[in-house]
């Protein structure tokens, strides 16, 4: 079956830290790969996706991901986290053949001012 | 261009009690997904419908609960009767293309089953 997992639950980082969220997938075919952003008491927003092409991909406000196919992982990044990245992200893969998003468990990102 | 719309934004209500929960699609979204968020569970994905047709409902918890999409940009999730277990927050979101394209979340109901 396929799975996503994050690899941390939770992760503090003081402003201007350099930040690297990990997200590792189980499947071997052509894939869609998203991050979702959850800021407290508040919906789920896209924040950025892969589904072809430049495997680095830029998003909304400074975040990039990297796509590494022979290591099924899409790490998001972000060089200097403000306080206002205080959220939880999702990773999120959802197989070409297929509709249905597979979530991780999320990781809870807060930034210490 | 208006997002996904859910409504009510809160529900509180008492056991035993019928909950509906609305949610309008994005103009032109084909497909509506339900989600539950709990601390414990997490993001669990209830039911998925592609042109108004339920195609998966296998997340269903239980016979208490029931989704319908009479027309092609409004959904509803009843719970009947309701638990204090079901008290979560629920998001319903729609996307173009039978889900393989970027999911929009609504802003959620947050739910408390007392």
């Known amino acids: 079956a396929q799975s996503v997992s994050q690899h941390n639950h939770h992760v503090i980082l003081s402003e201007a830290a350099s930040l690297e969220l990990g997200c590792n997938y189980s499947y071997g075919g052509t894939v869609n790969l998203f991050w979702y952003v959850q800021y407290p008491g508040q919906h789920l927003q896209l924040l950025l996706k892969y589904f072809s092409g430049d495997p680095l991909v830029k998003g909304i406000k400074g975040f990039e991901a990297e796509f590494i196919k022979s290591k099924f992982s899409f790490n998001l990044r972000k060089p200097s986290v403000q306080w206002s990245d205080t959220a939880e992200y999702f990773c999120a893969v959802n197989a070409h053949s297929n509709y249905q998003l597979i979530w991780g468990a999320g990781t809870k990102l807060i930034i210490k001012p | 261009d208006a997002g996904v719309i859910q409504s009510p934004r809160h529900e509180v209500t008492e056991m035993g009690q019928e909950v509906t929960l609305r949610c309008k699609l994005i103009?032109?979204?084909?497909?509506l997904f339900w989600y539950r968020q709990t601390m414990m569970r997490g993001l669990e994905l209830l039911i998925y419908?592609?042109?108004?047709?339920?195609?998966?409902d296998s997340g269903m918890p239980e016979d208490r609960f029931s989704a319908k999409m009479p027309n092609a940009s409004f959904s509803t999730l009843k719970i009947q009767p309701s638990e204090p277990r079901d008290s979560a927050v629920y998001f319903c979101?729609?996307?173009?293309?039978?889900?393989?394209?970027?999911?929009?979340f609504g802003p959620g109901t947050r739910l408390l089953v007392l």
């Open positions: 419908f592609n042109n108004n047709v339920p195609i998966d």
């Open positions: 103009s032109g979204h084909n497909s």
């Open positions: 979101a729609s996307s173009l293309a039978g889900g393989r394209e970027t999911q929009y």
